[in-house]
């Protein structure tokens, strides 16, 4: 089965201005993410920037890259005009990963496009995994997602779900025996809905909740979701998480 990974890469950061070409040991993370996507079964491996300086730290590293419009709302929109450069349509997959997952695991990046090939039903599919603490089931950063029977996503939210009714009644200490999914944002997507996707109305569940996937459940599409016994490595949105990063490198 061949996949194409693509990784949209924006230099603007608000809580860390020039994200993708930030040094972790001598290479730009752009780069440093690449090469990890390099280690899976991917048969092109391509960054979707929205700045030239991104696609020339790329070109330089021997990564293939590609200028984007700057006006995208969403990384969606972004890999949607990378689709229409590359000229993938059908059920051609595409697997995004995030361009500031310098460590993530490249069996994730199979998982997830080998589950969509399985699930010809589904449009999308992502990768979760169980909870560890309470606090993170509480955590409105950490999204979670509920499955139905067939390994598909019934919803995704912030709030902590499903609500375990009996043990928030003898207040919280523990996670059911069954814990929760905490939601990881790798997706893998059949290029043709990617490409119809940025045309699909905003969904008011995505508003209220501020996740883009909900705009695809709400429009009756399925995403089928890889549950991982592997926890993701550290991604970086903060300095402090770029100095751990680095620590590890090191």
């Given at each position: 089965m061949g996949f194409t990974v693509l990784i949209p890469a924006r230099l603007a950061s608000t809580r860390l201005p020039g994200k993708p070409l930030a040094d972790i040991g001598g290479l730009p993370m752009i780069v440093r993410v690449a090469q990890r996507a390099a280690q899976s079964a991917a048969s092109a491996v391509v960054v979707a920037a929205d700045d030239a300086s991104i696609v020339s730290a790329c070109t330089a590293h021997g990564?293939?890259?590609?200028?984007?419009?700057?006006?995208?709302?969403?990384?969606?929109?972004?890999?949607?005009?990378?689709?229409?450069?590359?000229?993938?349509?059908g059920f051609d997959v595409v697997v995004n990963v995030q361009g500031d997952e310098p460590l993530i695991d490249a069996r994730m990046i199979d998982a997830c496009a080998a589950l969509l090939a399985d699930h010809p039903e589904c449009v999308m599919s992502t990768a979760a995994h169980a909870l560890d603490s309470v606090?993170?089931?509480?955590?409105?950063?950490?999204?979670k997602v509920v499955l139905d029977a067939a390994g598909r996503a019934l919803y995704f939210s912030r709030a902590p779900i499903p609500w375990w009714r009996d043990g928030r009644a003898s207040g919280l200490q523990q996670l059911p025996a069954d814990a929760p999914l905490r939601h990881m944002g790798l997706y893998a997507y059949q290029a043709g809905f990617l490409r119809r996707f940025p045309s699909l109305p905003v969904s008011p569940l995505e508003?209220?909740?501020?996740?883009?996937?909900?705009?695809?459940?709400?429009?009756?599409?399925?995403?089928?979701?890889?549950?991982?016994?592997?926890?993701?490595?550290?991604?970086?949105?903060?300095?402090?998480?770029?100095?751990?990063?680095?620590?590890?490198?090191?």
């Open positions: 990564v293939r890259a590609l200028l984007t419009r700057t006006d995208h709302p969403t990384g969606s929109d972004r890999l949607a005009e990378a689709c229409e450069l590359l000229g993938l349509d606090a993170e089931l509480d955590n409105p950063n950490v999204v508003q209220i909740e501020s996740l883009e996937q909900l705009r695809v459940l709400w429009h009756g599409e399925r995403i089928a979701v890889h549950v991982s016994p592997l926890q993701p490595g550290p991604g970086v949105d903060t300095p402090e998480d770029l100095a751990r990063v680095r620590a590890l490198f090191s």
